[in-house]
């Protein structure tokens, strides 16, 4: 398997969109810390966060209902 680094990563950033077509969250690779990885920035406030591979894989053991929920809105 490939690293995040040889990756096919489009030249710069990937931005995520919302049904509406608005640009919701930008995301580029970062290796200017230690090792690499995703910079994730909201374009609505400008806000980074930087998440590793680690930080990237234990999204994948939390359950879905605890990601989709949404500051105390009930589904």
């Known amino acids: 398997m490939s690293s995040f680094e040889d990756a096919a ?12 077509g608005r640009v919701l969250v930008r995301l580029e690779q970062d290796s200017a810390a230690n090792g690499q990885r995703l910079k994730i920035t909201s374009v609505l406030t400008g806000e980074v966060q930087y998440v590793d591979a680690l930080m990237l894989e234990a999204l994948t053991w939390l359950p879905d209902e605890l990601l989709s929920a949404r500051d105390g809105e009930e589904e």
Request: charged letters at 25%.
């Open 9 to 20: 990563w489009p030249g710069g950033a990937v931005e995520l969109r919302d049904a509406a």
